[in-house]
């Protein structure tokens, strides 16, 4: 069984993410995911195994606070490498309009496998204009209430006693929408061919304009070429 499709490299693509947007989403991922286990093992009650995972809890807590380092790091190194990637994206999820509403509303059936008619998106769908909206504003929160747990003496107290709650709920919405996300940006049927933009950096160009019609005709099409 095949998870993921085939990539398919003799067939017209079109780039999608730049090397930089690539390698800064893995490294958020993989640091994210590291922070979550480690994080786990110090929030639940008697998971001594998955503490044991990262060489009991004190080993936990210490990949906890390296990774949430790598981790600012990657977020910083996108934001100022990236930073003209960044506005675009901002840009797009600020044309939130009825297209994206419509695509919502169809998704539910895109999602349990029937074909739609997907109405012509941005850059981004108006599920991912949502993730774009909630994902990284929860790992701000994380990152902002992680160092001021880290580092209590030099905040108010009533400011570390709130950052708690504030990073373990973060934790749970982000991680909420990361497994829904997961899923869309790698096995969903619909949407696999994404995984590829974001792993290579190029999507099948058929692909491109049967989900981003939008993007694709102003970037790739007969539009851009007017402009
Ligand atoms: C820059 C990012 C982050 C920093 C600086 C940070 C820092 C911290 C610190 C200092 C603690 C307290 C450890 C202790 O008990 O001594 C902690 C706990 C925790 N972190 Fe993070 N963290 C970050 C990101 C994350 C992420 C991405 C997740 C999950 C997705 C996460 C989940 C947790 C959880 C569940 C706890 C246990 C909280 C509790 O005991 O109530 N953290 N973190
Ligand atoms: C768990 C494994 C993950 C996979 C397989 C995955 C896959 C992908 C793919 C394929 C895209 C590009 C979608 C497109 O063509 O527009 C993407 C975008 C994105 N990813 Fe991930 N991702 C993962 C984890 C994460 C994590 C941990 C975060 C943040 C904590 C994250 C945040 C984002 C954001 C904000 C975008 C742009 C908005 C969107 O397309 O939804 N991803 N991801």
Known sequence: MQLIPEYKADVPRVERFNFLSRFTHWGHTVTFLLCLFTGLALFLNNVDWLAAIFGGYAGANLVHRISAVIMTIVVVIFVIGNFKVLI???KDILRFGMN??????????EFLGFKVKVPPQTKFNGGEKGNSMVTPTAVIFLILSGYI?????IFPAGLVRLAYPIHDI????ATMM????GYLGSFHPGSGESFWGMWKGTVREDWAEHHHKTWYDETYGDKSKAE
């Open 178 to 181: 990361v497994c829904m996300h």
């Open 170 to 173: 973060a934790m749970v919405l």
């Open 100 to 109: 994206d509403i419509k695509f919502l509303l169809l998704f539910p059936l």
């Open 88 to 90: 675009a994206w901002i």
């Open 149 to 153: 747990m880290w580092f209590p003496t």
